[in-house]
């Protein structure tokens, strides 16, 4: 799929509803290259009309016959009536460009193009989808394609697609949307959804999106009041900015938006000139973006179709404290470690503090989460009642999970029952999760039937579960916004492709609020030890040139030097070794700077990419930044409480937060200099990268000091 029309639409380029609705809703279609020979994508799509019940007017459009199962046809698109909502083109690409010509000329409000070859099969490919898209700006026209299966609208019977669906039968007030880039996959979700009974709306397959992109159609599906979820499979968003708009507004309009995006084996660029640069690839920064904007990230079409299923059963979203039924110590601990990898809180539940939860179990059993009620569920089935309502009384429990052994059809059944008829006496409980410990075991359709009336979703394993819950409850806390700091944009920055060197860098950055060590740039060696006599020993020496990006890699920082002498030896040993390993480079001096005490490393770095635009990434420091990966990242705007919620997230969390005795760190102060990076990239968007490594943080009220700095265009 091309890239290349990907900064020729606005975020203002949005069809109006109206001019969606002539295709997602349309009340009269032409099929161009109508047939009624077994198998032409033209015969599929109107079967499939027929059989749905479609019940607009259809336009048959085929050269060769002068009517196709007892419907008249014309012999070209100049000869259909005016002003029909939608057009499908199953024809060859050979003649898509005169049939939008004909189109437009007709006022067809949308078309949809099944042929492939265009952007994705090279340069003629690319210039014929670029007319497409003029014809259709020109005409005021929706298109869908080229290279996609179309769509099926449910609700209103129409499927402009020649892919044979299976009904979709299960009804609901909340129904999801699906929106694809692939037609497969959108195609493979909505029968994930019609077999497990979630109601849907609709599915649109985009592909090359020549006119119209996902972020068009999830605009639309978050103005319609029966699409209560919208599930999305995308590998490449061409308008960033727009969909982040789309994905805000179905935040705000309580639509929950789950994306499935492959590439993350693409993150990185070899090429990057920075730390950050290599650490905060493409996905990484498209991942930040969105989990900020709300929407729900997942990593395969399982978890996909989980958590849809999840957020559309549930009127109100899990939260993120889980309470979990288990039959099984072992089981129990196992459920431990998983909420644990996959981030989902399990609040302590005990005898003293859990007086419901104590009165609904025998002695024997005692209080806990996951609470392992043992086998004893089939001696006294009503116990699942009452601990299920006891959890739904407790204030720490945001969601219920039940976990069922389903060794036969006749002991489970018994406990379905319970669960259900607890659930149905009750009604309105907070969200409910059943789940299978042995998938595969006997459970009658019936019991999930009665699930599902009560919208409670039934997942086979309860891993898949606790996954789903987990996505869901850390998509809820993603998104926090803040009073962004401002400041001035940089007079008279470099060309793009040049690089800042560190002591300009120092200076544009610390007359913004970052914090710095004290330094001089010497022209010479008696500058330097002059230098270093102003500022206390001991110093470092650093080469300074635009060229020389990564000092150390050419022996251009020399370190400790405690005197004169020192100094005047590290001077000459620098330049020897700078000009061994890079004879190219012409040093603009030396900076000489007093060493720091030390502290924790920290990397703190930023990114303007030209999609997504700025983001922070906040991470292990030192030069073991690359190698362990330790690192978050955060779009520019937030709170520095929330930016330092983010920094408590890493790895070495525990170093700064006291380990072992240790004095615990001055987060607060990071975080400052996380604002202020970010409101420099807000105001320059001329910069690519900025690199801060290491950022040495003190004890708490001692603040942080970056020790070096680097700029690139």
């Known amino acids: 799929m091309s890239t290349a029309l990907i900064d020729e639409r606005r975020s203002d380029d949005s069809p109006s509803r109206d ?314 601990a196992m459920m431990l470690d998983l909420a644990e990898e996959v ?98 075991g006997g459970v009658q359709p019936s019991d999930i039937a009665a699930l599902h009336a009560l919208g409670v979703t039934y997942l086979p394993t309860a891993e898949r579960a606790l996954r789903a819950l987990a996505r869901l409850a850390n998509a809820a806390g993603a998104a926090r916004a803040g009073q962004a700091q401002t400041t001035a944009p940089f007079d008279d920055l470099p060309a793009v492709g040049a690089t800042i060197p560190e002591y300009r860098a120092k200076q544009l950055l610390g007359a913004c609020g970052i914090a710095f060590p004290t330094f001089t740039l010497a022209h010479d060696k008696e500058g330097a030890v002059a230098a270093a006599e102003r500022l206390g020993y001991p110093v470092v020496l650093k080469a300074q040139a635009a060229t020389l990006p990564h000092k150390s890699d050419a022996g251009g920082v020399i370190v400790g030097l405690a005197d004169a002498a020192a100094v005047a030896a590290g001077w000459d040993r620098l330049i020897a070794q700078v000009g061994a390993a890079r004879p190219d480079v012409e040093l603009e001096g030396v900076l000489v700077e007093p060493m720091a005490p030390r502290g924790v490393e920290l990397i703190v770095g930023g990114r303007n990419d030209p999609a997504w635009g700025p983001v922070i990434l906040i991470g292990s420091g030192g030069v073991a930044a690359e190698l362990l990966h330790d690192a978050r990242l955060v779009p520019t705007g937030l709170s520095e409480e929330a930016i330092a919620a983010e920094i408590r997230r890493l790895k070495l969390a525990s170093l700064l937060d006291g380990f072992r005795g240790a004095p615990v760190a001055d987060i607060a102060a990071v975080a400052r200099i996380v604002a202020a990076l970010g409101a420099v990239l807000d105001a320059n968007p001329a910069i690519r990268e900025v690199d801060l490594n290491p950022v040495v943080v003190y004890p708490k009220g001692e603040g942080a000091i970056a020790l070096d700095a680097l700029i690139s265009l």
Request: hydrophobic share 50%.
């Open 19 to 332: 001019r969606l609705d002539r295709l997602l809703r349309a009340r009269s279609v032409a099929i161009v290259g109508a047939s009624d020979r077994p198998g032409a994508l033209g015969a599929s799509v109107l079967a499939n009309l027929e059989r749905a019940g479609f019940d607009g007017a259809i336009h048959l459009v085929n050269p060769n016959r002068a009517e196709i199962g007892g419907r008249p046809c014309v012999a070209s698109v100049a000869d259909l009536p005016r002003g029909i909502d939608a057009a499908v083109l199953a024809i060859p690409r050979t003649g898509v460009l005169d049939a939008m010509r004909g189109l437009a000329e007709r006022g067809v409000g949308a078309a949809v193009i099944f042929s492939a070859g265009f952007a994705e099969d090279g340069a003629q490919g690319l210039a014929d989808q670029r007319e497409i898209a003029r014809i259709a700006a020109a005409a005021d026209m929706v298109v869908e394609g080229p290279n996609c299966l179309g769509l099926v609208n449910f609700r209103d019977k129409l499927p402009l697609t020649f892919i044979d669906m299976p009904e979709a039968r299960a009804e609901g007030a909340r129904r999801v949307g699906i929106v694809s880039q692939s037609g497969a996959m959108a195609a493979v979700l909505a029968t994930t959804m019609i077999a497990r009974e979630v109601p849907l709306g609709c599915y649109v397959s985009t592909g090359n999106e020549a006119a119209t992109g996902v972020e068009d159609f999830v605009a639309r599906l978050v103005d319609d009041p029966d699409i209560a979820v919208i599930a999305m499979i995308v590998e490449h968003f061409r308008r960033p900015d727009a969909f982040l708009a789309a994905a805000r507004a179905a935040r705000s309009a309580g639509k929950p938006v789950v994306l499935l995006h492959p590439g993350r084996s693409a993150a990185g660029a070899a090429s990057a000139a920075t730390h950050t640069g290599a650490m905060a690839g493409d996905h990484a920064v498209m991942r930040t973006h969105v989990e900020h904007a709300g929407v729900i990230l997942v990593e395969s079409l399982e978890e996909l179709g989980d958590v849809v299923e999840i957020a559309t059963r549930c009127p109100a979203l899990p939260g993120g404290a889980a309470g979990v039924v288990a039959e099984s110590g072992a089981f129990k």
């Open 343 to 440: 981030g989902l809180n399990l609040p302590p539940l005990g005898d003293v503090d859990s007086p419901a939860l104590r009165a609904a179990l025998p002695p024997f059993v005692p209080v806990s989460n996951p609470l392992d009620v043992t086998a004893q569920g089939l001696v006294d089935p009503g116990m699942y009642g009452r601990v299920i309502a006891a959890l739904a009384e407790d204030a720490r429990i945001d969601t219920i999970v039940v976990t069922l052994i389903q060794t036969d059809i006749r002991t489970s059944s018994v406990k379905f029952a319970a669960v259900a008829e607890a659930l149905a006496a009750r009604g309105g409980i907070k969200p409910v999760v059943v789940a299978g410990v042995d998938e595969g």
